[in-house]
């Protein structure tokens, strides 16, 4: 897999990185129900609206982007400010909770998946040449969509990637719930709606204390902007920040819980140096294919491949995946063919097991069983209990 960036950015058609017909040929071969066409690899990418004129796009690129396969995101940000900033302005100004309403109910309708999948990305890359623009990201605009200033770096890469889903590492693990039950959720998305309030006493005690001077400073700072605002304009601080935390921490700890719902209780515990990245990744979470959602998310539903190699950018992960394909495989990856991570776990919230069965892409010559997949599903959703190592 090539690492070279292009100095433009590339055709609709050609950026999405896709395998060689004689690949194709061999998957086929290989693993007859693969599916043959990936809407994933579409150059018709959703992640904005409205998209900049290519002669723009061009010159942006050339000043901001570190990357050009990402100038998407320019029109994401510029469609955003566009939208939802000047309704909130518009709402400080003439207080509104009918226009809050509107405008919180249009930022998520529209923008919610696409930013934070967006700001997912540019903290694991160096999306941005100009660095202002990662921090306007980070401290300025996630504001109104219900995220603390600077918090979400030390949440999802410090925490969530370095503890790898881990219990006692990573304090967003799903690992102690029973995961098919929407009780055990609430009682997830609770623990996580505290811990925003508090991730910069993680970062004390796992001694990073630059970590937790930003956090503190900027859980702080996000804070004291509520309090003046609850007091001086209380209803375009409702709807600019005290409803959109409440949004947000849900939708937020649904997706990672959904995408963390498949848990294997053996390997996932495994310490041994036999258990390589591919079989823990491929233990941890699972992989959704030709999903409509990953042409609004970045192709988000490669998720084994992103907990493989973090640093895989976007339009290689489809890429990635199928030319790896047979270490996936071996690793025992599960993988959905149609469907996104929220899908999965609504489905297993409500039960529909064999309909998730459905939708698994069998890797034998011969399609297992129904009900033979359901057990392996069900084996995954139940608390993962870690045996806690003797003292020296």
């Known amino acids: 897999m090539s690492n070279i960036k292009p100095k433009t950015p590339p055709h609709d058609d050609a950026l999405m990185a896709n395998v060689s017909e004689a690949r194709w040929k061999e998957i086929s071969a290989k693993y007859p129900h693969f599916p043959t066409d990936l809407i994933d690899l579409s150059p018709n990418r959703r992640e904005t609206f409205l998209r900049l004129p290519r002669s723009v796009e061009k010159v942006l690129s050339d000043y901001m982007m570190d990357d050009p396969r990402d100038v998407i ?45 967006m700001i997912h990305y540019s903290e694991h890359r160096n999306v941005f040449s100009h660095p202002g623009m990662r921090y306007f990201l980070s401290c300025v605009l996630c504001v109104p969509f219900g995220l603390p200033c600077g918090n979400y770096h030390l949440h999802h890469l410090v925490m969530h990637h370095v503890g790898n889903n881990v219990t006692d590492e990573d304090w ?23 811990l925003f309030l508090n991730l910069s006493y993680y970062a004390w005690k796992k001694e990073r204390y630059t970590q937790f001077a930003l956090a503190g400073c900027g859980t702080l700072t996000w804070t004291i902007l509520g309090v003046i605002g ?15 935390f409440f949004m947000s921490t849900f939708v937020l700890m649904f997706g990672n819980f959904s995408q963390h719902i498949l848990v294997h209780p053996n390997v996932s515990t495994d310490t041994s140096n036999e258990v ?56 025992g ?29 069998h890797f034998t010559k011969d399609k297992k069983p129904k009900e033979e997949l359901i057990q392996e599903l069900k084996a995954r959703l139940v608390p993962v209990v870690r045996k806690q190592e003797k003292a020296l």
């Open 73 to 117: 995101m320019l029109s994401t940000i510029l469609n955003i400010c566009c939208t939802t900033v000047p309704l909130h302005v518009l709402n400080w100004y003439y207080p509104s909770h009918k226009l809050g309403a509107f405008t919180m109910a249009l930022t998520y309708f529209m923008w919610a998946q696409r930013f934070f999948l």
């Open 172 to 194: 967003s693990s799903t690992e102690p719930f029973q995961r098919d039950e929407f009780a055990q959720f609430l009682q997830y998305w609770a623990k996580q709606f505290a």
């Open 230 to 244: 609850l007091q001086k304009n209380p209803i375009f601080t409702l709807w600019v920040q005290i409803f959109p």
């Open 276 to 331: 390589g990245r591919y079989r823990y990744s491929s233990a941890i979470t699972f992989q959704c294919i030709n999903a409509m959602d990953n042409l609004y998310s970045f192709n988000d539903g490669y998720h084994v491949t992103h907990h493989i190699n973090s640093r895989i950018h976007w339009t290689q992960h489809v890429h990635h995946f199928l030319t790896n394909l047979e270490q996936y495989v071996d690793s």
């Open 333 to 361: 990856v599960i993988v959905f063919d149609g469907i996104g991570p929220f899908d999965v776990g609504i489905l297993t919230f409500t039960g529909q097991l064999d309909k998730l069965a459905d939708h698994m892409v």
